[in-house]
């Protein structure tokens, strides 16, 4: 028997006169993706050697930026040490040209960036007082050599201490429990701080670190990985029953793990978990902010400057947090603009914080000025 043909359901070409049962307007347009993130260029010395230059050109490169290092007008209020600079210069000399022995060519030096290049960031740096850290793309600080520019802080000598500050708990609580300690590096910037506990912590020790700054966070990992501590292997030991069997898993874990995020934000799963916590924040009152340094105040991150009109804002939010977030018997420090603020903090948290922390006190820095705040969660 023949079957009727079914009619075929037309495909639906067009919107239907008929108004739809839900929702009449039209959807949102879609917005437009966010800006791509300008991270700084990478470090000079880890570039690769994409030009040359013949000995001359650079010797005549290295006479006109000696004579421009030198020329600084005497009235400057604010001057640059000609001394300092010829260091520099020679740095970037360093951090600029390859091994002539790994050259096709012996009558040619290999570079990173074309002499013209060179010409421009050295009158950026003379002229234009760009931080010789941002002009080569890097920071040496403890015994590490960071990835720094525009948008992140350029670590600061003093606060090396802070790591020192880690590293004696730590030898001081060794041999005691048996579990993770989770330390916390809060606006971690380059990661200095963090890449630098991650070297101290221990075997069972690892390091969470945050930064509001989207540029400091991709920067900070960079340091992170460099220095190798972005997977780790944690041997977890464990014995089952009498036997006493030994058995070992291995399993990859952040040495050193960088969260986006404010402050505490980013560390709800280790909240009153923490071993330790440090930070570095910005503490400059912000009426001081216009008399930084040229170098400072033009090239700096504000973010990572203003601390507020006194320029406590973030150390009282972050001394506060310290309560729930830090476990029993847990660690701080916090670096401070110096005596008044220190002095300040301490009080702080005796008087307004009492019974929650115990031993608070201002710790000097190599310039003997009181510039860290530390203590320990009662
Ligand atoms: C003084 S810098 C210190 C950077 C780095 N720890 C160091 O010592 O070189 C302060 C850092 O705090 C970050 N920061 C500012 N406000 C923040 C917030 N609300 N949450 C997290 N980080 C913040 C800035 O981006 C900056 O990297």
Redo the contacts with the bound molecule.
């Keep these: 028997m023949l079957l009727p043909k079914l009619p075929l359901r037309p495909t639906k070409l067009f919107a239907s006169a008929t108004p739809p049962l839900f929702s009449t307007s039209s959807p949102p347009p879609p917005s437009p993706p966010p800006p791509p993130l300008k991270l700084p260029k990478p470090p000079l010395f880890l570039r690769p050697l994409i030009s040359s230059a013949t000995p001359t050109s650079l010797h005549s490169f290295h006479s006109w930026a000696k004579s421009l290092a030198l020329s600084t007008p005497p009235d400057d209020p604010d001057p640059l040490d000609p001394n300092l600079l010829l260091r520099e210069l020679q740095w970037l000399l360093q951090d600029a040209t390859g091994d002539v022995g790994r050259s096709q060519n012996p009558d040619l030096v290999p570079l990173r960036a074309d002499l013209g290049d060179l010409y421009g960031l050295w009158r950026e740096r003379v002229l234009e007082r760009r931080p010789f850290q941002y002009v080569v793309g890097c920071e040496h600080?403890r015994d590490l050599v960071l990835w720094v520019g525009e948008g992140?802080?350029?670590?600061?000598p003093e606060?090396e201490v802070?790591v020192d500050l880690v590293k004696e708990v730590v030898i001081g609580r060794s041999g005691r429990g048996d579990g993770e300690e989770v330390w916390a590096?809060?606006?971690?910037?380059?990661?200095?701080?963090?890449v630098g506990m991650g070297g101290v912590v221990g075997e069972r020790g690892r390091v969470v670190?945050?930064?509001?700054?989207e540029v400091?966070v991709e920067v900070a990992r960079f340091n992170v990985e460099r220095y190798g501590l972005k997977e780790s292997i944690l041997e977890l030991k464990a014995y089952e029953g009498l036997t006493r069997v030994l058995v070992n898993w291995l399993a990859p874990w952040d040495k050193v793990q960088i969260r986006q995020?404010?402050?505490f934000?980013p560390l709800e799963d280790v909240k009153g978990k923490l071993t330790g916590l440090v930070?570095?924040?910005?503490?400059i009152p912000s009426r001081n902010l216009p008399g930084l340094q040229a170098e400072v105040g033009r090239y700096e991150?504000k973010?990572?400057?203003d601390g507020g009109k006194s320029g406590m804002d973030?150390l009282i939010?972050l001394c506060e947090g310290s309560v729930s977030y830090l476990k029993p018997g847990g660690f701080f420090a916090f670096?401070t603009n110096g005596d008044e603020q220190s002095e300040f903090l301490v009080d702080f948290m005796v008087s307004k914080l009492e019974n929650n922390f115990r031993d608070v006190k201002a710790v000097a820095d190599f310039a003997v000025i009181k510039r860290f705040v530390t203590g320990f969660r009662s």
């Design positions: 600080w992140v802080l350029i670590p600061r606060t802070v590096d809060l606006g971690t910037g380059s990661g200095a701080i963090a670190a945050t930064d509001l700054s400091a995020g404010s402050w934000e930070s570095n924040p910005p503490y991150p973010l990572a400057l973030h939010h670096e």
